[in-house]
């Protein structure tokens, strides 16, 4: 019998987007908290939905254990898990249900949930955990197992009779180095490496050094750790790193921080404490711009084993990223992936059409600086209100029909912008078919610049500009035509 079960509702094969990638992490919010509950003496058990295909599964699992709480507890570390894809809620309630039937103590603590916590109290949620949940989850459990009164708890919102409580949050932990390392041990890691290796991907396992972010991206929610930034130490993170290439044979990471080494000289720091172990590994990570540029950074990142970075390029119009409050400079994208490149790092844009006031230009822009600069990889959205944001605010009168996607390939305009849904779905094919050409075009002149360093996968996207030259040219004309049409 144990005295907790955690789970969580991110399944990724609702996605199909995501589980066609096939690079699926395990939940690394969720055994950070089962780590430090379980240090706290209590017993602990797993239900990992990540690779399921059914909610209802749940069910014989507690039936076998019986835990007296049931602890949803999502992977906040995750950002498709922040999107609130509608099916992942759904999936959400379901699992609440059972573990109410089955006399459990229901508590969740999710993004969503911290934004929406009185549709998971309906859905017969006892407690909902507002913010970072780890100390709020231990006093909340020890408080129940003494049969002591809640009302103090900070952090919690539940309900007295038809009324909703929301206590006052809970102030974000600074030394994150107080944590113990995450539950590792109570994932199936080999069935998360088959299915890496299934899509022919080197495994790679997520950790994080750091949580929140200062910046005020007026489209950013931080439902759970806020505008702070705080980090775990170089030497934390490097025997979290050992502890992971000893136990499971793994030696590529995704640092899964928002934004990773903000803390001045920390990733100079990192590089001395992997140095002085010994430890080499890959990684890649996401940052910003002006972050990159700073110091010697670029070069600290290479020497640790910098792999790639995913940037927050958003826009190449300089109106469209100050209206976002975004704090760069379209001049910094160009230089920092100009600086990347030349130390062969791998650089890949985050792209986010369909901001309030975008106009044809600004879009021109954007497809210049793509095809310009051309990235290593590509992620293209449309503009996505989450709840909490300014961004949100701003538009929050249009989402009548539909407040959430059902996936993240959904790209559906929640509000009312420069052109519609349809218009934005035929851009995203069009500007990828863009970037592949471009992409072709800039390998065809390394073929002849560095023939030594053209791999199989190089001479293949090659090739392929035959096919993006043509279908770029119709899906031009087919936009062009929407465009025309919705005027």
């Known amino acids: 019998m144990l005295d907790i079960v955690f789970s969580h509702s991110y399944?990724?094969?609702?996605?199909?987007?995501?589980?066609?990638n096939k690079t699926p992490y395990p939940p690394l919010g969720t055994i950070y908290a089962a780590s430090y509950l379980r240090e706290s003496g209590y017993k602990i058990g797993l239900y990992d939905t990540n690779l399921l295909n059914d909610p209802l599964g749940i069910k014989p699992y507690l039936e076998l254990h019986r835990p007296k709480l049931f602890v949803l507890y999502d992977d906040g570390f995750n950002y498709l898990t922040k999107m609130?894809?509608?099916?992942?809620?759904?999936?959400a309630f379901k699992m609440i249900k059972i573990a109410k039937d089955l006399g459990c103590t229901v508590v969740v603590c999710s993004s969503d949930s911290t934004d929406h916590y009185k549709k998971y109290l309906d859905a017969g949620g006892d407690f909902v955990i507002q913010g970072e949940g780890e100390i709020t989850l231990k006093e909340l459990v020890d408080t129940i197992e003494k049969g002591g009164d809640t009302v103090n708890i900070q952090g919690i919102v539940y309900k007295k009779g038809d009324e909703i409580i929301a206590n006052p949050k809970r102030a974000v932990l600074r030394d994150l180095d107080e944590l113990p390392l995450p539950a590792w041990d109570l994932v199936d890691i080999d069935s998360y490496r088959n299915v890496w290796e299934s899509g022919g991907n080197e495994f790679t396992l997520n950790l994080v050094t750091t949580r929140g972010c200062p910046y005020k991206c007026n489209w950013c929610a931080?439902?759970?750790?806020?505008?702070?930034?705080?980090?775990?130490?170089?030497?934390?993170?490097?025997?979290?790193?050992e502890y992971l290439k000893m136990n499971f044979n793994v030696s590529r990471f995704w640092m899964c921080d928002d934004i990773f080494g903000l803390k001045p000289n920390?990733?100079?720091?990192?590089?001395?404490e992997l140095k002085k172990e010994n430890l080499k590994i890959s990684y890649y990570i996401q940052s910003r711009v002006d972050l990159l540029l700073k110091g010697n950074t670029i070069d600290a990142l290479y020497e640790s084993g910098l792999e790639e970075v995913w940037v927050g390029a958003e826009s190449g119009s300089q109106a469209i990223l100050d209206a976002?409050?975004?704090?760069?400079?379209?001049?910094?994208i160009y230089k920092a992936t100009q600086l990347l490149k030349e130390k062969g790092v791998r650089v890949a844009f985050f792209i986010q059409f369909g901001?309030?006031?975008?106009?044809?230009?600004?879009?021109?822009?954007?497809?210049?600086?793509?095809k310009e600069l051309v990235p290593d990889n590509l992620g293209i959205s449309v503009?996505?209100?989450?709840?909490?944001?300014?961004?949100?605010?701003?538009?929050k009168d249009d989402l009548k029909l539909k407040a959430n996607w059902t996936d993240s390939d959904d790209l559906a305009m929640m509000f009312k912008g420069t052109f519609n849904s349809k218009y934005y779905k035929k851009l995203h094919r069009y500007v990828h078919k863009e970037y592949r050409k471009s992409q072709a075009i800039y390998?065809?002149?390394?073929?002849?610049?560095?023939?030594?360093?053209?791999?199989?996968?190089?001479?293949?996207?090659?090739?392929?500009?035959?096919y993006y030259a043509p279908s770029a040219y119709l899906s031009r004309f087919q936009l062009l035509h929407i465009q025309y049409n919705s005027n």
């Open 383 to 395: 503009s996505y209100p989450l709840p909490g944001t300014k961004f949100y605010d701003k538009v």
């Open 84 to 91: 609130c894809l509608t099916t992942m809620r759904e999936a």
């Open 443 to 466: 390998l065809f002149k390394e073929l002849f610049r560095k023939p030594y360093k053209i791999s199989l996968s190089k001479l293949r996207s090659i090739m392929l500009y035959i």
């Open 266 to 272: 920390w990733v100079q720091q990192f590089n001395t």
């Open 11 to 20: 399944f990724y094969k609702f996605d199909l987007k995501q589980w066609k």
């Open 222 to 241: 931080k439902p759970i750790y806020g505008n702070r930034y705080n980090s775990h130490s170089p030497k934390y993170v490097t025997k979290h790193i």
């Open 324 to 332: 976002m409050d975004k704090g760069t400079t379209v001049e910094q």
């Open 355 to 370: 901001y309030l006031g975008e106009t044809k230009e600004d879009i021109a822009k954007t497809i210049r600086m793509i």
